[in-house]
Nanobody
Framework: VQLQASGGGSVQAGGSLRLSCRAS???????????YGWYRQTPGKERELVAS???????NYLESVKGRFTISKDNAKKTVYLQMNSLKPEDTAVYYC??????????WGQGTQVTVSS
């Protein structure tokens, strides 16, 4: 199983980006029962959970992104999205997608850089 993240880039404060994370090498029924998350990391800091979505589509957000970011998934496309609006310079980080199975096994995608300038 591989997770391919895309959609990062450079934007000005107040702008928007949509990150995508496509799972390959996984059958649809397995994709459907996993939980997915987006994490971010800046140099010298620990990776932090930004948003997560469960198999039942329950979502959870980092307090600082609530109301600005939305996580969603398209099961048919085996893809998880992170819509990021009203971006702030402090959102600048490398963003990683994550898959967690019901028994806790995890897979990470490669990072995608998001840079927000003031």
């Amino acid at each position: 199983v591989q997770l391919q993240a895309s959609g990062g880039g450079s934007v000005q404060a107040g702008g928007s980006l949509r990150l995508s994370c496509r799972a390959s090498g996984i059958i649809l029924s397995t994709f459907n029962i996993n939980a997915y998350g987006w994490y971010r990391q800046t140099p010298g800091k620990e990776r932090e959970l930004v948003a997560s979505i469960s198999s039942s589509r329950a979502t959870n957000y980092l307090e600082s992104v609530k109301g600005r970011f939305t996580i969603s998934k398209d099961n048919a496309k085996k893809t998880v999205y992170l819509q990021m609006n009203s971006l702030k310079p402090e959102d600048t980080a490398v963003y990683y997608c994550n898959q967690r199975s019901p028994v806790g096994d995890q897979i990470w995608g490669q990072g995608t850089q998001v840079t927000v300038s003031s």
